[in-house]
């Protein structure tokens, strides 16, 4: 008998559609309710997000295939493997993860602003391409459809969805207030950073997954763990992209490499650098209070000061500590095998990037 006919009823619904490990399916079946969401906007910023998303030119005109990105789908994808893991049907997580992916966009049109990052999905970021205004409003149109998204969500499922959502809206904020705090601060310590990563990142991602346990129905005791899975798995991988951010090639990242130190930005690898006692670290301390930007050679002695000064292993260290905790708390909420096996070769995959 063949391994697919041993599986259980409530087994067999939470199969993931896709292979080795492949996001493509999620994008697949959010993707007909995400681009009706989309058409929700007024036009301008319909445009702005048709853009940002890779679907369209900055004119509304069709791109060749080869510059089509659209985000890997890992916030939508965690959405419905979550819903899967507790016996739901992928199907019913849907609104949970187009309000997640249109949340995530909102976030990154902001912060891409607020960063003056200009590149984003290996294209000029859209405050480059539309202006800053532009940018904002499209980020706060994408907020009103994401709720929008899951307000229509009939009975209890649909009100403690929209309760969630608006609990990771908060944390997100309060995260992003401290990421900009930040950067007028001379030292921020390690945990300092971990707690406003928890926010800026891993409440998003967090999020996700307890959507994904809400709209499946499932009870609050593992709707908590999935939560704290998913926090845990965004702390892990905002540690993953703060060591490419410094160490990365932007021909993956599509983002610059070196814009956080070029922007003084304590990241982890640099608060550790910063609050450790070495001469390492005060010899970045100098450089960073150093007035006017940073140019190619001084870039390249940050680095090489954050890693003399153990701010490059403490961070991988600490990528995997959050990485452990995840897949703990993971467990705790007792999936089913098979979503379960995806959801660890998702967060394995997602905090060990190619740096």
Do not use: N
């Not at 929700?40 to 080869?66: I, K, M, Q």
């Amino acid at each position: 008998m063949s391994g697919a006919a041993e599986l259980t009823a409530p087994e067999k619904e939470a199969r993931v559609p896709g292979q080795g490990g492949s996001l493509e399916w999620a994008r697949d079946l959010v993707a007909p309710a995400l681009r009706e969401a989309v058409a929700e906007l007024p036009g301008p910023e319909r445009l702005v997000e048709g853009y940002h998303r890779g679907w369209h030119g900055a004119d509304g005109g069709p791109l060749p295939a080869a510059g089509r990105t659209g985000g890997k789908a890992v916030r939508p994808a965690l959405v419905l493997l979550a819903a899967q893991a507790v016996g739901g049907a992928a199907e019913c997580a849907v609104p949970g993860a187009v309000a997640v992916e249109l949340v995530h966009d909102f976030t990154l049109l902001h912060d891409d602003v607020i960063d003056g990052d200009p590149l984003r999905r290996h294209r000029p970021a859209a405050w480059t391409v539309y202006g800053t205004p532009s940018a904002v409003l499209a980020g706060d149109a994408l907020l009103v459809v994401a709720l929008r998204t899951l307000s229509a969500v009939p009975g209890a499922r649909g009100a403690a969805a929209l309760r969630e959502l608006v609990a990771v809206l908060d944390d997100l904020m309060r995260g992003q207030s401290q990421d900009v705090a930040f950067e007028r601060a001379a030292r921020v310590t390690a945990p300092e950073y971990l707690a406003m990563a928890e926010g800026k990142t891993g409440a998003l991602m967090g999020g996700a997954c307890a959507l994904g346990g809400v709209l499946a129905g499932a009870g609050e005791h593992r709707v908590a763990a999935l939560r704290e899975f998913g926090r845990r798995l965004g702390v892990a991988f905002q540690c993953a992209d703060d060591l490419l951010a410094i160490w990365g090639d932007s021909r993956r990242s599509g983002k610059p490499v070196g814009a956080d130190l070029a922007a003084r930005k304590k990241s982890l690898p640099v608060a550790v650098a910063l609050t450790g006692d070495s001469t390492a670290g005060r010899r970045l301390a100098e450089l960073y209070e150093r007035p006017g930007p940073l140019d190619a050679a001084g870039l390249e002695a940050a680095a090489s000061l954050v890693e003399e000064a153990g701010g490059r292993a403490a961070t991988e260290r600490e990528a995997q500590r959050q990485l452990t905790a995840a897949l703990q708390a993971l467990a705790r909420a007792e999936p089913l095998p098979e979503a379960y096996r995806h959801l660890r070769r998702m967060a394995t995959a997602m905090t060990r990037r190619d740096r």
